[in-house]
C-alpha cells in the first residue's frame, strides 16, 4: 500500500524545481562586511590605477569614485583624501582637455564623438551629495560635450558590439541621457538643451529594438523609472526577476562567443567558435539589484535575499568579484574591478532601503514602490 506514495515522490524529485527559498537569509552584518571588503579593494585598485597610468578608464576610476561617494554618503568608513585626488584628477583631466580626450583609449572612435570616460566620470562626479564651485564647471562642460556629441536620430552612437565588454549604442544611449538627468537635478546643464535632448533620446528608445542582454534591461528598468513609466517598470522587473540564475546571480547573456575566463589579466585569444552560456557574474548581479531597488523592490524578496547570499559568497579574498570578458583580449582585470563596484553598490543599496527618503540614487528621481503583480 505505500509503494504508490514512494514511486510518486521518486516523480516527483525527478521534476525540475524552482529555485529554492534560502533557508536563512545574509543578515545585515554580513552584507555590511562584505562591502567594507570591497571598498577597500576597490579604493586601492582604483587608486593604483590612477597613479600608475594617469588614465580614468572607464572601468576603474569612475565606479571606484561612485562607490567611494556612495558608501561615505552611508556612513561607510572610507578614505576621503584618496576618494578626493581620484575625483579631482580624473575630472579635471578630461575637463582641462580641449577635446574631453586625455587619454589614448578615448581616441576617435568611428561614428561617435564621445568617449564612455566622460560619460562615466560624469555620473560618477554627480554622485557627491555636494559639488564643489570647481567640480560643477567641470561637470557643465562634459554636459555641453554629451549635448554636442547626440546624433540627429536621438541616440548617442557606439561602434562596440559585444557587450558586457563594449557599450552598445542602446547602452551609450541610456547611460548619457541618465547622467545628463543627474546633471538637470543638480541644475548643471541648460534647461532648453536638455529638455530637446532628453525627449530625442526618449524617442529613439521607444522606437529601437534592444537586444535581450543584461545590462540593456537593467538600465530599460532604470530609465523608465526616471522618467515615471510604470507600466514598463513592473514588465521589465517581472522579466530581469525571471531571468535569476539557480545559483542566485545574473549572467550578462544568455550565451555567447567563447565566454573567456580571463581573471588575472593574462592575454587569452577568444575561442569565437565555441558557443556556451555565460555564467552569473558580479557586474550582472550587482547591477540588477542596484536596478530593482530603484524600481522600488523590497530587499526582503526571495530573489533579492538569493542574490545577495550569491555575491557574498563569491566573493574573493581581496574583496574583489572575479568576472569573465567576451572576445577579447586582456581585458579580465578591467571588467573584475567594474563588476565588483557594481556588486557593492547593488549590496548598498539593499541596506540603505530602509531609509525614509533613499537619496542615495543618481540614476532615480522618484522612489515609490511597485508591485510586481
Known amino acids: 500500500m505505500q509503494l504508490l506514495p514512494m514511486i510518486l515522490t521518486v516523480a516527483l ?24 571588503s570591497s571598498l577597500t579593494f576597490l579604493e586601492k585598485s582604483g587608486t593604483a590605477w590612477w597613479t600608475g597610468n594617469k588614465c580614468a578608464s572607464c572601468h576603474h576610476v569612475p565606479i571606484s569614485i561612485w562607490s567611494l561617494n556612495e558608501a561615505k554618503r552611508q556612513g561607510f568608513t572610507i578614505n576621503e583624501k584618496a576618494l578626493d585626488q581620484l575625483r579631482d584628477g580624473a575630472v579635471s583631466s578630461y575637463a582641462n582637455h580641449p577635446k574631453l580626450r586625455p587619454v589614448g583609449q578615448d581616441g576617435e572612435e568611428k561614428g561617435s564623438s564621445v568617449s564612455m570616460n566622460t560619460v562615466y ?3 560618477a562626479a554627480l554622485t557627491a551629495d555636494r559639488v564643489n564651485e570647481t567640480m560643477a564647471e567641470a561637470i557643465k562642460k562634459s554636459t555641453v560635450h554629451l549635448l554636442n556629441a547626440q546624433d540627429g536620430d536621438g541616440s548617442w552612437k557606439s561602434s562596440a558590439t559585444l557587450p558586457p565588454v563594449g557599450d552598445i549604442t542602446e547602452v ?26 532628453r525627449d530625442n533620446a526618449l524617442a529613439w528608445l521607444s522606437k529601437h529594438s534592444f537586444l535581450d542582454e543584461n545590462q540593456s534591461l537593467n538600465l530599460r528598468l532604470l ?11 513592473q514588465a521589465l522587473t517581472k522579466q530581469l526577476l525571471q531571468q535569476q540564475e539557480s545559483d542566485g546571480g545574473w549572467s550578462q547573456t544568455k550565451e555567447g562567443p567563447g565566454a573567456i575566463k580571463d581573471y588575472d589579466g593574462k592575454k587569452t585569444e577568444p575561442a569565437t567558435a565555441k558557443v556556451e552560456k555565460r555564467p552569473s557574474d558580479a557586474m550582472a548581479t550587482g547591477q540588477t539589484i542596484y536596478a530593482l531597488m530603484v524600481a522600488g523592490l523590497d530587499p526582503q524578496e526571495p530573489e533579492l535575499q538569493r542574490a545577495q547570499a550569491y555575491l557574498i559568497r563569491t566573493q574573493t579574498k581581496d ?30 543599496q539593499t541596506l540603505a532601503a530602509g531609509q525614509k527618503e533613499r537619496t542615495t540614487l543618481p540614476m532615480n528621481k522618484s522612489n515609490a514602490v511597485h508591485s510586481r503583480e
Do not use: C
Open 13 to 36: 524529485a525527478t521534476i525540475e524545481k524552482p529555485v529554492p527559498i534560502l533557508d536563512k537569509a545574509p543578515s545585515p552584518d554580513q552584507i555590511r562586511k562584505t562591502i567594507e
Open 172 to 197: 551609450r544611449t541610456m547611460l548619457v541621457l541618465l547622467a545628463l538627468a543627474s546633471a538637470q537635478d543638480k541644475g548643471l546643464i541648460e534647461t532648453a538643451r536638455w529638455e530637446s535632448a
Open 223 to 233: 530609465v523608465a523609472k526616471r522618467f515615471g513609466k510604470a507600466d514598463e517598470v
Open 319 to 348: 574583496g574583489s568579484w572575479k568576472v569573465p570578458i567576451r572576445s577579447q583580449k586582456n581585458s579580465g582585470t578591467a571588467l573584475s574591478h567594474y563588476g565588483t563596484g557594481w556588486a557593492t553598490l547593488g549590496l548598498m
Open 121 to 123: 566620470l560624469t555620473l
